[in-house]
């Protein structure tokens, strides 16, 4: 393989400035990423820290049980228990067959980096996904896209959800999923290795109750051998480590919405709009209605002193709520501004990977954090990463396609200059003479039936637009005909479109990364884990 790093604009203003690590920018943040002395200083700080090591570790353990295992994940369990260690961590949503590509980098992200600070600071550094699992925007994680001729079509997973259940809570139709799965994998194309991962799917949804158990089972097929600890958010068992901070956070509601939109003033004051939707009402946690298989979004009353949802059909007063958090805190769950602060008082965090996204509303957090006298854990902006196949970079050479522009913009305006140099401009002169003509004859002939026949004008009309059509229908039809000799040419841009910018989208969100793993082999995974990255905010283009 080999790696190439670019210097490509960042998909938000935000997460651009912080990339150069600005001073405007760092004072919303509580350490560099890229700043080893830095890296030092955090790492004291969290072991000045007392976290529920054991316990933690045995949950993890326990709920890691039922997928694909490894000796190197029962050390980084070992790892976890002792009292010098630190994790890097980062999450994402259990998307349908680990959805887009840049779940896998930010997996690769989190190992790597683990990996590389473990070396750096001479402590074990442990690498850990958290899954999104409690998460109930089920239309975010039911498809992929895949190509169909030529084009990028949506493939939605067809098992309907309606209500706001947890995607942790969604049982998985083993038949239908199967069906499902092996379409799309034939979709990819036959090659040596269709076989094993048709296999190794079949497996994993033979083992999985629930959609996030499907995502969890191919991540670890995949990741096993790395040592990575997994953990979903929405398990309920990891409620019994969570409660006494979901007490903390109920005793906080105001304080913390409060520091949120202080927060969110300064950065409105500095030109950056807000990245997390908070009302003056928030309580920033979720409640589970069982009766209705919902989450629902609770919010504080200062004036009667109550928490509430539903517009107003539930109600809790403070009292009820801590005893909720106290003796039933698998009914209660996090929500944007909360889980940052839920995964920092669980986990001794050395780094959190981030996403573009992410980035921007974790600046918003900065004065929660504060208030219970934390720190945010440094942010480290995921790998960007683009796998560009051989057979790509030889289509672009022989269509002089410039690579950061393509990364950046795609192919569509070079195709519309080929196209454009394939027109003959003596029959388009023709035509467009034609056309003239013909209206000029027209606007004649109407001003003369508009003296004597006026109720024919609509005809008239009528018969000049057919006249028209057709005159652009042959104009189409030669044009179409130019382009079929050149066919293999402009089958060449789509080929790079479609590998490089899929619907006008970087390749990372839109393409699947088992698309990858048939084409090259499960091998790929621990290739791009034996690449030396750095984590400088370049863009890496892999070549495999």
């Not at 994993?204 to 979903?232: E, P, R």
């Not at 304080?255 to 003056?280: H, M, P």
């Not at 023709?430 to 013909?438: A, P, R, Y």
């Not at 005909?481 to 060449?492: G, S």
Request: with cysteine; aromatic share 10%.
């Amino acid at each position: 393989m080999e790696i190439l790093n670019l210097s490509l604009p960042a998909t938000n203003r935000f997460a651009t400035e912080y990339l150069e690590q600005t001073a405007n920018i760092q004072r919303y943040f509580h350490y560099r990423f890229n700043d080893n002395l830095d890296d030092q200083k955090r790492l004291g700080d969290i072991q000045e820290r007392t976290y529920m090591r054991e316990a933690l570790a045995l949950h993890i353990e326990e709920y890691m049980a039922k997928f694909p295992s490894s000796e190197k994940v029962k050390v980084s369990l070992e790892k976890l228990k002792k009292g010098n260690s630190a994790v890097v961590i980062g999450g994402q949503q259990a998307g349908i067959l680990t959805g887009p590509l840049y779940t896998i980098h930010k997996i690769i992200s989190i190992i790597t980096l683990a990996k590389q600070k473990e070396k750096e600071l001479n402590t074990p550094v442990v690498p850990v996904f958290w899954i999104a699992g409690e998460d109930h925007d089920y239309q975010e994680v039911n498809h992929i896209f895949i190509e169909k001729d030529n084009k990028i079509e949506k493939k939605i997973y067809p098992e309907k959800v309606l209500d706001k259940r947890m995607v942790s809570d969604v049982t998985l139709n083993q038949e239908l999923c199967t069906q499902w799965a092996e379409g799309i994998i034939k979709s990819f194309g036959e090659t040596a290795n269709t076989k094993m991962l048709l296999h190794n799917l079949g497996e994993a949804i033979s083992n999985s109750g629930t959609f996030v158990d499907f995502f969890a089972h191919i991540i670890m097929q995949l990741f096993k051998d790395s040592g990575l600890l997994i953990i979903d958010s929405g398990d309920r068992k990891i409620r019994r480590l969570e409660k006494e901070f979901f007490i903390k956070q109920i005793n906080s509601a105001q304080e913390i919405t409060k520091a949120v939109k202080l927060q969110q003033e300064q950065l409105n004051a500095d030109g950056f709009s807000r990245a997390i939707e908070i009302s003056s009402q928030a309580a920033n946690l979720f409640y589970y209605d069982e009766e209705y298989n919902e989450r629902v979004l609770l919010e504080y009353d200062d004036v009667n002193k109550v928490f509430f949802g539903k517009e107003g059909q539930l109600e809790f007063s403070y009292d009820q709520m801590l005893e909720l958090a106290g003796e039933f805190p698998e009914k209660l769950s996090n929500n944007v501004v909360t889980r940052p602060l839920m995964q920092e008082w669980l986990f001794p965090t050395l780094a959190f990977i981030a996403g573009p996204g992410e980035i921007a509303y974790w600046a918003e957090l900065k004065q929660a954090f504060e208030w219970f006298g934390l720190k945010m854990p440094p942010i480290v902006p995921r790998l960007n990463i683009t796998l560009l196949d051989r057979s790509i970079e030889t289509d672009m050479n022989e269509l002089g396609l410039d690579l950061q522009e393509t990364l950046t913009i795609g192919t569509e305006k070079k195709k519309r200059v080929f196209l454009q140099s394939l027109k003959d401009e003596k029959i388009e002169k023709l035509f467009e003479k034609t056309k003239q003509d013909l209206l000029q004859n027209y606007q004649k002939l109407e001003a003369y039936l508009m003296e004597d026949n006026m109720g024919l004008v609509p005809l008239l009309k009528k018969n000049e637009a057919k006249l028209i059509n057709q005159l652009m229908f042959m104009e189409e039809k030669l044009d179409k005909t130019a382009q079929m000799k050149y066919e293999v040419v402009i089958n060449k841009f789509d080929r790079v479109e479609n590998a490089l910018w899929p619907a006008g989208s970087p390749q990372e969100r839109m393409l699947n990364g088992l698309y990858y793993i048939n084409h090259y082999g499960p091998s790929l995974i621990n290739d791009l884990l034996e690449c030396s990255f750095t984590f400088d905010g370049t863009h890496k283009l892999i070549k495999i």
